[in-house]
């Protein structure tokens, strides 16, 4: 019986550095990466299944029918989603799963599959966020502030989650993340059937 | 406010390892690994507080008494215990506390901190446990057989653990539970109060 896979779920404020993690991240080849489908033309270069899954309407309306996405949203006329049927054919295969995706996605991949493996990506203090947020630079005054206070407002759902790890590098936060992975994969809950089932034991007496 | 150390129990039936894995842990100079405490006399060499912390019939008396021991037992008329009161004075320091106990042990120290880190080493394999508990030598076949079904028995106490580890080299078994409390120590239960009171924000409005 092959063991399922963990669902890594890279969540948190935006201007963490949560995307510049999960990149780093996907360079392990045992990790797969969880690509979001969507109903908008593909742009030149994208290619289905890396950039996007690319489905029609219709087929994006019957995977909804279907339970088939964790989240998703209409922007603009097209739909984007997270599709719970890839996630779940990995994990089930045995490959970990990762999925980088924002806090209110997060908690909606929670409901569904609370025995995922959550961790918030903090910023090395509220400062520097600030500091991170703004060089983005281009935008307003007002719109910084907005930005902001939302991140700001979004660190308390930080008790919903497993895990916080603080980006301080980007090397330490991956460090910790794979460490995480390693010892989930030691936890008594998820190795128990593992355990009691495998063993064949003779005792001659 | 410094952090509170982890309380990180080693166990597991005898014959997987645990005593070399610790030996491998302790060279770890982060890490602060509880010594015993005993009634008997100290043998030539033995210092105090590295080999056991030799104490007086009246004093080891006088902690019973005090709630210090996690664990304590008799044996041939000298006591013998694990001490409560020195693992908590390093944890509250912010020390690590690595602890080798046998399952029973680490039922007690559970009882009294469940917050501790409970990790069950594990064989590669039952058939593996027995080769090393016959590999011990010296003993009569009946006594190895006891020592088998006790291991096997003792199997079933996984399930109060918080993670397995199995032993199949040192090193793996070393290199997980470095990630285990690599992990521990991002865990949102421990860090909560630690984010929340630590961060002063100013917003400008």
């Keep these: 019986m092959a063991n399922n896979g963990l669902l890594i779920v890279i969540s948190g404020p935006s201007g963490t550095g949560k995307g510049t993690i ?17 109903t908008r033309e593909p742009r030149a270069g994208e290619i289905d299944g890396v950039n996007y899954y690319f489905l029609s309407r219709q087929e994006f309306l019957e995977k909804i ?4 996405f964790f989240e998703y949203a209409e ?6 989603g997270t599709p719970k049927w890839k996630a779940l054919e990995a994990i089930y295969s045995g490959k970990d799963v990762l999925l980088e995706i924002d806090i209110q996605g997060a908690l909606k991949v929670k409901q ?3 025995e995922g493996v959550f961790i918030f990506i903090l910023p090395p203090s509220m400062e ?4 991170r947020i703004t060089n983005r630079g281009t935008e307003t005054e007002e719109s910084l502030m907005r930005r ?8 308390n759902y930080i008790s919903k989650y497993n895990y916080a790890v603080v980006n301080d590098t980007v090397e330490n936060a991956v460090d910790k993340i794979k460490a995480i992975l390693s010892a989930e994969k030691c936890r008594v809950d998820r190795l128990k059937e593992k355990i009691l089932d495998s063993e064949e034991v003779e005792i001659h007496e």
């Design 22 to 38: 999960c990149k780093a991240l996907s360079e392990d080849k045992d990790l797969w990466i969880s690509v979001s489908a969507t």
């Design 65 to 68: 029918e279907n339970d088939d």
């Design 75 to 80: 922007v603009y006329g097209n739909y984007y």
């Design 112 to 114: 569904q599959y609370p």
């Design 128 to 131: 520097e966020l600030k500091k």
């Design 148 to 155: 902001f206070k939302s991140a700001y407002h979004e660190m």
